[in-house]
């Protein structure tokens, strides 16, 4: 590390350069183009496909031009979120770089070094004559955060390396092995309605809003290992006793937020004859039992509420009504399999977030994400939804798939990124699996397609509240990642 562009002053200017230029998730030609030119002013060979996807060439420096290559690999678009009532125009102003102590963030926005480092890295190595290094392959994709467009996009073949360096990962000291691919499932069950006035008439019914909330939600894959409570879920074991002991017709149901969030409340209005102190009776034990079965996750806030709903005109069917109870109650919610090849960790191998639960144009819709770190394993999950669907006369629209990176035991990558780790910093990395997406996954699946076997690996330096204006970067740990990535590529170059 004597050498000058060893120093953490190259790939720091080199970050403060990217925040200069904007770069937000489909705006990103700009930074494509710098990249370009970056590269004929270097005399590096460079390709940009038509989404603004970036490949650059270097050769390895004297005595590792015969070693093997290595794709370093990064985003360069950022998500883009700023203070309330901040006047600032991400597609024009630079981001005001603030360094506090340890930590670099940006004044009022988010700071993008998601992955807006990993490019700093690539540029400080590609702009060094000094960096001992073998062949390069740099690959530099747009629109990550929303949807993995570029990586999508991205021909592969160009590549003809078969080891591969990812740099998206946020936890210094973490090497990411593993990630999960998903898949959107769409469960459209017919409502079959009749009229509510003689029933709201005969027996003195009542409109009742039924609502299941207090719950704490999160993100459908990281979170999903905490076990939280699923309110689409909970709502249906509710209606399902109801339905059961009481008059009780459904006139809609309602639940969730978005396909990768898990539902914290969700609710149903119904027609009953009930006594209202019986159904609140009801509720409350109800509560009571989730209380206690969510009492290590997050019971302690959920509330079961009764209030009085609006008329309705139409109810559910009760062989309608019946059909939605039971596909919510048997519908795959949760954890289905966890991992049993990477032990370091607790690790969600497989799941099924039971979204969103819509009413809309004669239909009842059932929104799921599935994921899993086994392509075979997802499949059975949606298999297990189009079955189900198929009992009920329903019918089931997928969409949003992605490939898995499944974890490789015989990794050359990782033992040699331990060793390094250990070496450098005298303590034991962690090697982990992730429960969410990754472009690992869609660039394995791409070699795998073209017969090659590519190695893989993800780190990064500690970032933390990405995609918020808390974003900040560790200095130290980005120094310390700096360091790992030269001398691994520099044991890498030595094995020519
Ligand atoms: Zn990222």
């Known amino acids: 590390m004597n050498c000058e562009s060893c120093s953490p002053k190259t790939y720091l200017s080199w970050f403060e350069k990217i925040c200069s230029i904007p770069h937000e998730s489909r705006n990103e030609q700009a930074l494509s183009n710098f990249l370009v030119e970056f590269a004929r002013e270097r005399h590096l060979a460079v ?17 590792m031009e015969q070693a093997p290559t290595v794709i370093l690999q990064g985003h360069m678009d950022m998500v883009c979120v700023k203070d309330e009532g901040l006047d600032f125009d991400f597609a024009q102003d630079p981001l005001r770089l603030v360094i506090d102590g340890d930590s670099l963030h940006a004044d009022g926005t988010s700071l993008g070094a998601d992955n807006g480092i990993a490019l700093a890295y690539i540029l400080a190595l590609l702009d060094s004559s000094d960096i001992p290094h073998p062949p390069l392959e740099a690959v530099v994709t747009v629109d ?57 008439a005969s027996g003195k019914g009542h409109f ?7 719950l704490a939600g999160g993100h459908s894959g990281l979170e999903i290992i905490r076990e939280r409570g699923n309110s689409n879920k909970l709502l249906a074991r509710v209606l399902d006793d109801l339905t059961r002991k009481f008059p009780c017709r459904i006139v809609s149901l309602n639940g969730g937020t978005a396909a990768n969030a898990i539902p914290k409340e969700s609710s149903a209005v119904v027609l009953s004859s009930a006594e209202e102190q019986e159904l609140r009776a009801e509720l409350d034990s109800w509560t009571e039992i989730f209380r206690h079965e969510l009492r290590g996750a997050d019971g302690a806030g959920l509330v079961i509420t009764l209030a009085d709903a609006d008329a309705a005109d139409k109810v559910l069917t009760e062989r309608c009504a019946a059909n939605v109870i039971d596909a919510a109650l048997l519908i795959p919610t949760g954890i289905a399999s966890m991992d049993m090849n990477i032990t370091s ?39 297990q939804i189009d079955v189900l669907a198929s009992m009920i006369g329903a019918t089931v629209e997928h969409s949003g798939d992605y490939p898995a990176w499944e974890y490789n035991p015989n990794s050359r990558l990782q033992p040699l990124f ?12 962690r090697v982990e699996g992730i429960h969410a997406g990754l472009e690992c996954g869609l660039f394995a699946e791409k070699f795998r397609k073209l017969g090659r076997n590519v190695d893989f690996l993800s780190f990064g330096p500690t970032v933390s509240g990405a995609h918020t204006t808390r974003e900040c970067l560790s200095l130290s740990s980005a120094e310390n990642t700096w360091k790992l990535l030269i001398e691994v590529l520099r044991r890498i170059g030595k094995t020519a």
């Open 47 to 63: 390709s940009q496909d038509e989404k603004g996807n970036i490949l650059i060439r270097k050769p390895g420096t004297r005595g």
């Open 144 to 200: 990550e955060e929303v949807g993995m467009g570029g990586a999508t996009a991205f021909d592969a073949s160009q590549l003809s390396a078969s080891l591969f360096i990812n740099m998206d990962s946020e936890d210094e000291g973490v090497f990411c092995v593993s990630c999960a691919g998903g898949r959107r499932s769409r469960m459209h069950i017919p409502a079959e309605t009749e009229d509510a006035a003689p029933l709201a």
């Open 208 to 214: 009742y809003l039924i609502t299941v909330t207090g």
């Open 345 to 383: 960790q607790r690790l969600v191998e497989s799941s099924n977030n039971f979204a969103m639960i819509r009413m809309e144009k004669g239909e009842i819709v059932f929104h799921c994400q599935t994921r899993s770190s086994v392509a075979s394993k997802k499949e059975a999950l949606c298999r």
């Open 418 to 429: 331990e060793s390094t780790y250990r070496d450098l910093f005298h303590k034991d990395a």
